[in-house]
């Protein structure tokens, strides 16, 4: 089939990939535009127009995509899809041809444009991939594909997104073809649908008056990107791994107290302890927890 592809990060680079190695035209790939990296500010183009440009393909990069439908109905493609392209659709778009969507959830649970942070801030044990049809309500297409992953305790963003990118290549090769074939099924999603929301650098700070179980959820999460961090002695410290720590540990001490520990950066959590596995420290540089533990001094609380 001829497919017209529309994507941005990483996640999408993998599907993408998918695509061809199934033997499918993409006759375009559309992205966001570049922008500037966080450090230096040097302009830095999206991981799929980085790969669709080693592959040869023909790249377009809209800031708003559906400002442009003449230069898209012009396109030869049978179908669209999209995969964390991070732009809604008009319903002029979705009138052209018709498209599907990849969406690394169990629709309808976690709608929206964050599913893989919110299923591990959740500590959720489950989650999934869905092929839907687009639709202008999002992601509330009827589901062509679908299939459910585990989520395993030492997961983070980095490595769940890859397991679930991989059965979205997957699930999408059977979409296609099925659709090519004349077999598709289409069925209505089920349930009452639960939303996501848009994540914001401020949610990275981790707060120890909540439990250690929140906070290392959140550093599963979030700690690639927008980052996780807490202030000492006025300066910002970015934690790259966290664990639960045995609860023992403090049972004395009160949240935020910097527990005593010769091997382990521990901290009290609410009814509980989280361990300070790796971080950056104010510095700059990249150490082990209990590196950074041993260069302290006279601190005994987070701020």
Request: charge should be neutral; include cysteine.
């Amino acid at each position: 089939m001829k497919v017209l592809f529309l994507g941005s990060p990483n996640f999408a680079k993998t599907v993408l990939d998918g695509i061809l190695k199934a033997g499918h035209e993409v006759v375009a790939v559309i992205c966001q535009p570049d922008r500037p990296a966080s450090r230096g500010h040097k302009m830095q183009m999206p991981a799929v127009k980085e790969y669709a440009l080693e592959k040869g393909l023909k790249v377009l990069q809209f800031e708003k995509v559906n400002r442009n439908l003449d230069e898209i109905a012009a396109l030869d493609y049978d179908i669209f899809v999209t995969a964390s392209f991070g732009q809604i659709l008009s319903r002029d778009f979705l009138a052209i041809k018709m498209g599907l969507n990849v969406h690394p959830s169990l629709l309808p649970q976690f709608r929206g444009a964050t599913p893989i942070q919110t299923a591990l801030l959740n500590g959720c044990e489950k989650t999934g991939v869905t092929i839907q049809r687009m639709v202008y309500e999002v992601d509330a297409g009827d589901i062509i594909e679908q299939e459910e992953v585990e989520i395993k305790p030492d997961d983070d963003y980095v490595t769940l997104e890859k397991r679930l990118s991989e059965v979205s290549v997957k699930l999408l090769t059977k979409a296609l073809e099925s659709i090519e074939n004349g077999t598709a099924k289409f069925v209505p999603q089920q349930g009452e649908p639960t939303f996501t929301r848009m994540i914001e650098k401020s949610d990275g700070k981790l707060d120890f008056l909540r439990t250690a179980s929140e906070n290392v959820n959140k550093v599963r999460a979030l700690a690639h990107n927008p980052g996780c961090y807490f202030e000492l002695g006025g300066q910002r410290v970015k934690v790259l791994k966290a664990a639960l720590a045995d609860q023992e540990n403090g049972a004395q001490n009160q949240p935020k107290d910097i527990i005593k520990d010769k091997n382990h950066f521990l901290i009290k959590c609410l009814h509980s302890v989280i361990e300070i596995v790796s971080l950056v420290s104010p510095n700059g540089k990249t150490v082990d927890g209990k590196a950074f533990l041993n260069g302290l001094r006279n601190i005994n609380k987070v701020d």
